[in-house]
Nanobody, 115 residues
Framework: QVQLVESGGGLVQPGGSLRLSCAAS????????MGWYRQAPGKQRELVAS??????VYADSVKGRFTISGDNAKSTVYLQMNSLKPEDTAVYSC??????????WGQGTQVTVSS
């Protein structure tokens, strides 16, 4: 059973930065999309950023502040988060999707932006 393990979350002041990492416990064959999602208390899970064949997509709320990058061969994905705001507070989860339509999820890492 493949597991995705996230790291890098924590408490940061507004305006600060964090870098999230997500790595698979073993190589995943034929990844075609990697993404980061977040869910704040009382809200639905939303897509933050995704990368598919080198093409990146960002939620409007994070454009210009967050950067997603990934390495399909290493089954890893990163999310660089700058200029963090209190409204970015959420549990962030990574997701890998394969050509065979398998979907893998991480357990989530808490990001709290507060002074």
């Amino acid at each position: 059973q493949v597991q995705l393990v996230e790291s890098g979350g924590g408490l940061v002041q507004p305006g600060g930065s964090l870098r999230l990492s997500c790595a698979a416990s073993r190589s995943i064959f034929s990844i075609y999309a990697m993404g980061w999602y977040r869910q704040a208390p009382g809200k639905q899970r939303e897509l933050v950023a995704s990368i598919t064949s080198g093409i990146t997509v960002y939620a409007d709320s994070v454009k210009g502040r967050f950067t997603i990058s990934g390495d399909n061969a290493k089954s890893t994905v990163y999310l660089q988060m700058n200029s963090l705001k209190p409204e970015d507070t959420a549990v962030y989860s990574c997701n890998f999707r394969t050509l065979a339509d398998f979907s893998y999820w991480g357990q989530g890492t808490q990001v709290t932006v507060s002074s």
